[in-house]
């Protein structure tokens, strides 16, 4: 059973930053990729960007050159910059059992993400 805790929402102004960091504890072992989800209102939930063990990434058109992932073991980050209000949503974190196209199998409980002035 793996648990993934997130941290790190809230409520910034637009062009401000913010980081997302979601832990993941259990049985967490072999190829694991983790990253992040966000579903805005009204929305389908989407990708935002991944990241795998050995550090390949990717990210959704709309956040590359603002977000970095980074990951340090189990503990995945998310740098985001020069945000946009349209990055407000509740951001989701993941893991998935494989490579970075992996199938989500575990969520966190997601966390809320606001751009406005």
């Known amino acids: 059973q793996v648990q993934l805790m997130e941290s790190g929402g809230g409520l910034v102004q637009p062009g401000g930053s913010l980081r997302l960091t979601c832990a993941a504890s259990?049985?967490?072992?072999?190829?694991?990729?983790m990253g992040w989800y966000r579903q805005a209102p009204g929305k389908q939930r989407e990708l935002v960007s991944a990241i795998t063990n050995d550090g390949t990434t990717n990210y959704a058109d709309s956040v590359k050159g603002r977000f970095t992932i980074s990951r340090l073991k189990n503990t995945v980050y998310l740098q985001m910059n020069s945000l946009k209000p349209e990055d407000t949503a509740v951001y989701y974190c993941?893991?998935?059992?494989?490579?970075?196209?992996?199938?989500?199998?575990?969520w966190g409980q997601g966390t809320q993400v606001t751009v406005s002035s």
């Open positions: 259990g049985s967490v072992f072999g190829m694991y990729a």
């Open positions: 993941y893991g998935a059992w494989g490579d970075i196209g992996a199938r989500p199998a575990n």
